[in-house]
């Protein structure tokens, strides 16, 4: 399975945007970059996902290279209600197998007030 | 539905004692999903329901872990002789399938295991 690379920890400042790498030059031409985050003492949250396009949601947008060998996702206004881990997961539905993520250590948002 | 419930939500046991976890996934979704989580780490995939059948096990469930989902709705999860090397989060998460690429898995909560 292909994997992912994020940096261990972030900071940013409270209604700043936030911009959260993730590498992963191993990736198939099926694989979906899935966000997912967790809050502390919470299970993971889904956030975003996308294929080739840039994605917006309510909560946050996703960027996606035009090689997509990486990716990031930008939270436009960042509140200390999104410090959190953040997690960036590569799956490809369409492999019956791939029931499971792979997940990595993700990266920790610290948002100073 | 108020998404995938997890109980308890603590659970602190003697090293040697059996402890159960349940889960209740959100009602129409087929697939069910335990991970463990140890501090600092992502989660670790333990197994996978469709409907009541089993269809996968991580090396991580060794023979001291069980999971049953009977009639295909709640799952519980049960760890006999506990060890202290056990104590770690307990996630479950509920999915309508792998073909779904839109919002993937659901989880709980989790149930955090202390064993002392």
């Known amino acids: 399975d292909a994997k992912t690379t994020q940096p261990n920890s972030m900071e940013s400042n409270e209604e700043e945007p936030v911009h959260l790498p993730c590498n992963h030059s191993?990736?198939?031409?099926?694989?979906?970059i899935h966000w997912y985050r967790q809050l502390p003492s919470q299970g993971p949250e889904y956030v975003i996902h996308g294929l080739t396009s840039n994605v917006n949601n309510r909560m946050a947008s996703l960027a996606i290279a035009e090689d997509r060998k990486s990716s990031t996702l930008i939270l436009h206004r960042a509140t200390l209600r999104d410090a959190a881990v953040y997690y960036c997961?590569?799956?490809?539905?369409?492999?019956?197998?791939?029931?499971?993520?792979?997940w990595g250590a993700g990266t920790k948002l610290i948002i100073k007030p | 539905d108020t998404g995938v419930s997890q109980d308890p939500r603590h659970k602190i046991t003697k090293r040697g004692q059996n402890v159960t976890f349940r889960c209740d996934p959100i009602?129409?979704?087929?697939?069910l999903y335990w991970y463990r989580q140890t501090l600092g780490q992502g989660p670790e995939f333990l197994t996978y329901f469709q409907n009541e059948a089993q269809l996968e096990k991580s090396r991580l469930l060794s023979d001291r872990f069980s999971a049953e989902r009977p009639k295909g709705s709640f799952s519980t999860l049960e760890i006999q002789r506990t060890e202290q090397g056990d104590s770690a989060m307990y996630l479950c998460?509920?999915?309508?399938?792998?073909?779904?690429?839109?919002?993937?898995?659901?989880f709980g909560s989790g149930t955090r295991l202390t064993v002392v």
């Open positions: 998460a509920s999915s309508l399938g792998v073909g779904v690429t839109g919002y993937g898995y659901t």
């Open positions: 009602s129409e979704h087929n697939r």
């Open positions: 997961i590569l799956r490809d539905p369409g492999r019956d197998s791939n029931y499971q993520l792979i």
């Open positions: 191993t990736i198939s031409g099926t694989d979906y």
